[in-house]
């Protein structure tokens, strides 16, 4: 048996929670077009016949513009550390800059093994696939590199088995019916705000977060409820996401409230408030509450 911990690093929207999602084979991390979607690391569980492989999605790898992205990417590298095998998750479909040689500037020292996953080939000129391939082989040196798609499933057969192979002998790390590390409130809070993603443009989705004020289980008649405040950065970012005659917040619950019904299984009542909270990107004891790890907490930078 093989057991051990996968760490899926890579640029802002290089398709990891995509791929999170179609490896562990149900829906943990949200997806949205907008770079920086994913602000804590998730952990997914997946049971093969050969073992068990945890694997650890991450904010993607860039140059922090405020506190909050300061500890998203904190967030990435300390799960470097943690991990038997660090899958670089490489857009293929971009061409590569300074930001793919800063990320391969931070695993080129890494002690486990690497595999280098080049990430939607279903939208990839497909003879340049081999010369991307042998670039990143030459600038790192990789144990496996492996072209798929997260979003078709194109190859993730063969991603499996790589990862497996590369992985420590041992007994699984959790039970078997074991999926997340995430509590329930966590993904009330994304799935509603992966609903913001979806339905604003521009800075809003990056100054916005989502508090679950109040989490009541299903009641006899099996309603969940949930009451949660999307804070904003502005006082002019307000009326933009609750819309004219509060239309734009009603969808957002609306879809929203569908998501976690899929998720829950359940009927939900979902409350939505927004509310200013300016400079909630810089606080400290706010990004504490939304679970974001502190590596120099309580210090600047």
Same mark, same amino acid.
């Given at each position: 048996?093989?057991?051990?911990?996968?760490?899926?690093?890579?640029?802002? %929207?290089a398709?990891k929670?995509?791929?999170l999602?179609?490896l562990?084979?149900?829906?943990?991390?949200i997806?949205?077009?907008?770079?920086?979607?994913?602000? %804590?690391?998730?952990?997914?569980?997946?049971?093969?016949?050969?073992?068990?492989?945890?694997?650890? #999605?991450?904010?993607?790898?860039?140059?922090p513009?405020?506190?909050?992205?300061?500890?998203?990417? #904190?967030?990435?590298?300390?799960t470097?550390?943690?991990?038997?095998?660090?899958?670089?998750?490489?857009?293929?479909?971009?061409?590569? /800059? /300074?930001? #793919?040689?800063?990320?391969?500037?931070?695993?080129?020292?890494?002690?486990?093994?690497r595999?280098?996953v080049? %990430?939607?080939?279903?939208?990839?000129?497909?003879?340049?696939?081999?010369?991307?391939?042998?670039?990143?082989?030459?600038?790192?040196?990789?144990a496996d590199?492996?072209?798929?798609?997260?979003?078709? /499933?194109?190859?993730?057969?063969?991603?499996?088995?790589?990862?497996?192979?590369?992985?420590?002998e041992?007994?699984?790390?959790?039970?078997?019916?074991y999926?997340?590390?995430?509590?329930?409130?966590f993904?009330?809070?994304?799935?509603?705000?992966?609903?913001?993603?979806?339905?604003?443009?521009?800075?809003?989705?990056?100054?916005?977060?989502?508090?679950?004020?109040?989490?009541?289980?299903?009641d006899?008649?099996?309603?969940?409820?949930?009451?949660?405040?999307?804070?904003?950065?502005?006082?002019?970012?307000?009326?933009?996401l609750?819309?004219?005659? /509060?239309?734009r917040?009603?969808?957002?619950?609306?879809?929203?409230?569908?998501?976690?019904?899929?998720?829950?299984?359940?009927?939900?009542?979902? #409350?939505?408030?927004?509310?200013?909270?300016?400079?909630?990107?810089?606080?400290?004891?706010?990004?504490?509450?939304?679970?974001?790890?502190?590596?120099?907490k309580?210090?600047s930078?």
């Open positions: 048996m093989k057991a051990g911990f996968v760490a899926l690093v890579g640029r802002p %929207n398709g929670s995509t791929l999602n179609r562990v084979g149900q829906k943990i991390a997806v949205s077009d907008k770079p920086q979607t994913t602000r %804590n690391r998730i952990a997914g569980v997946r049971q093969y016949p050969g073992g068990q492989i945890v694997f650890l #999605d991450t904010p993607g790898v860039h140059k513009l405020h506190r909050l992205n300061v500890r998203m990417v #904190d967030a990435a590298l300390d470097l550390r943690e991990a038997d095998v660090i899958a670089v998750v490489v857009d293929g479909s971009e061409p590569g /800059g /300074g930001g #793919d040689r800063f990320l391969m500037d931070v695993i080129r020292n890494a002690k486990v093994p595999v280098l080049l %990430n939607k080939i279903d939208i990839t000129d497909k003879p340049s696939l081999l010369p991307r391939l042998a670039a990143y082989q030459k600038e790192v040196g990789f590199l492996v072209p798929i798609s997260a979003l078709t /499933g194109e190859s993730i057969d063969r991603l499996e088995s790589v990862l497996l192979s590369h992985l420590p041992g007994d699984p790390i959790y039970p078997e019916d999926l997340t590390d995430q509590p329930e409130r993904f009330v809070a994304e799935l509603i705000r992966e609903q913001v993603l979806q339905q604003t443009r521009d800075e809003l989705p990056f100054s916005t977060a989502v508090v679950v004020d109040k989490f009541e289980e299903a006899a008649k099996g309603l969940m409820r949930f009451f949660c405040t999307i804070l904003v950065d502005r006082e002019s970012q307000k009326p933009i609750v819309g004219r005659a /509060g239309a917040i009603k969808e957002i619950g609306t879809a929203a409230r569908k998501e976690l019904e899929r998720f829950f299984d359940a009927r939900v009542f979902l #409350d939505l408030h927004v509310k200013v909270r300016e400079g909630w990107r810089e606080d400290e004891r706010m990004l504490d509450s939304l679970g974001l790890p502190a590596r120099w309580g210090k930078g």
